[in-house]
């Protein structure tokens, strides 16, 4: 990797307070559904 970089994004969790919730409701409230690590990914691109 040193010798060919690859431009990357980290996509997590950022630190806050933990929620409670169901599973559809927690991925929207993190940014964690496939619709915004598409983005995040095209932002990249």
């Given at each position: 990797?040193?010798?060919c970089p690859v431009?990357?994004?980290r996509v997590g969790v950022k630190?806050?307070?933990g929620q409670v919730?169901?599973?559809d409701f927690l991925?929207?409230?993190y940014g964690l559904t496939a619709e915004?690590?598409?983005e995040a990914?095209?932002?990249l691109l």
């Open positions: 990797m040193e010798n431009p990357m994004r630190e806050r307070y919730g169901t599973q991925q929207q409230e915004a690590i598409v990914a095209k932002s």
